[in-house]
């Protein structure tokens, strides 16, 4: 099992271009989230979803989209870049039941000049 | 108000010896769980400890120890015996119960806990 893999690993881009991040993976989890991380700041939840088809807004959702269109992959997308998005992308994935445990993919690091 | 707060930046300890790092909770939830993850300067999260707000036990895995005081509102987490591998970044998480209706279970985290560990 590859557990949750992110694409790509690294990412520059210029203010005004778009991007999107994909997330994929394999354990079947219904739930799966989209997280930023500043420095001095824990993780930050941007989108989520709780299953194939549907999305919602977490705590930092502004200038960022999400789908959900097949149970194995979520992907977010960046129509404008700004700067102040230049962070630590992680994306994780989670089941149903039990303690619900996040398993978090590599991250991707995205820088905005 | 900081939903989760971990009030110590950056811990020292010296290899062999135990370490507490402290964390503090706010939730009106009767139902959640809080989670411990570590973060090595590779980056990846990984997944240390779980203690449920029902369980009254004290959860452990291995040389982790969760220590969780239920009037207090805290999960300290308990690290015996340091490594040099524990020298990483420690996150405090929150999972709260179903009080939006969304069912989203998703995880607030604290700020960290930088651990070096001397040798």
């Known amino acids: 099992n590859a557990g949750v893999t992110q694409t790509p690993k690294f990412r520059v881009l210029k203010t005004g271009q778009s991007m999107t991040l994909l997330c994929a993976q394999d354990?079947?989890?219904?739930?799966m989230y989209w997280y930023r991380q500043d420095p001095g700041m824990g993780l930050r939840l941007i989108h989520y979803?709780?299953?194939?088809?549907?999305?919602a807004k977490g705590e930092v959702p502004d200038g960022y989209n999400v789908s959900r269109l097949k149970k194995q992959n979520f992907l977010l997308g960046l129509e404008s870049a700004a700067p102040s998005q230049t962070s630590v992308y992680f994306c994780?994935?989670?089941?149903?039941?039990?303690?619900?445990?996040?398993?978090f993919g590599p991250g991707t690091r995205l820088t905005v000049t | 108000a900081q939903k989760i707060t971990q009030t110590q930046p950056g811990m020292f300890v010296q290899e062999k010896e135990a370490v507490t790092l402290d964390c503090t909770y706010d939730?009106?939830?009767?139902?959640?769980?809080l989670f411990w993850y570590k973060q090595p300067s590779s980056g990846e999260m990984i997944f240390l400890i779980y203690?449920?707000?029902?369980?009254?036990q004290n959860a452990t895995e291995g040389r982790y120890s969760l220590n969780f005081q239920k009037a207090r509102k805290s999960a300290n987490l308990v690290i015996s015996a340091s490594q040099l591998g524990d020298s990483a970044m420690y996150f405090c998480a929150m999972r709260e119960g179903r009080s939006s209706g969304a069912g989203s279970y998703q995880l607030t985290f604290g700020k960290g806990t930088k651990l070096s560990v001397i040798p």
């Open positions: 354990m079947n989890h219904e739930y």
């Open positions: 979803s709780v299953g194939e088809g549907t999305t």
């Open positions: 994780a994935s989670s089941y149903l039941t039990g303690s619900y445990e996040q398993y």
């Open positions: 939730t009106s939830d009767q139902s959640y769980g």
């Open positions: 203690q449920g707000s029902y369980d009254e």
